[in-house]
């Protein structure tokens, strides 16, 4: 049973950066395509990163340029740092296998707002 924890969030001001992190225990997630997905207030979840056991990455548009999706298959975590914030990157974001997904964690809230 694999778990995840992710942590990271909070409150910064738009154009402000952080760095999300997505620790895995109870499995090796090294050979799985991982991903981060956001729900916004009101909205469905949409995964809007991914990364390959061989660190092929994929963006939804709206982050493309301003996230990067990265593993430490050391430490059996994923991250996503995120730059240039707006407004609309609020909501909470989850880390999962977009493929056979595991039980999702807490998730971590992200709010962008001056």
């Known amino acids: 049973q694999v778990q995840l924890v992710e942590s990271g969030g909070g409150l910064v001001q738009p154009g402000g950066s952080l760095r999300l992190s997505c620790a895995a225990s109870?499995?090796?997630?090294?050979?799985?395509?991982m991903g981060w997905y956001r729900q916004a207030p009101g909205k469905q979840r949409e995964l809007v990163a991914r990364?390959?056991?061989?660190?092929?990455?994929y963006y939804v548009d709206s982050v493309k340029g301003r996230f990067t999706i990265s593993r430490d298959n050391v430490k059996n975590t994923v991250y996503l740092q995120m730059n240039s914030l707006k407004p609309d990157d609020t909501g909470v974001y989850y880390c999962?296998?977009?493929?056979?997904?595991?039980?999702w964690g807490q998730g971590t809230q992200v709010t962008v707002s001056s």
């Open positions: 109870g499995s090796i997630i090294t050979y799985y395509t």
């Open positions: 990364i390959t056991s061989s660190a092929t990455t």
């Open positions: 999962n296998r977009p493929i056979a997904l595991f039980d």
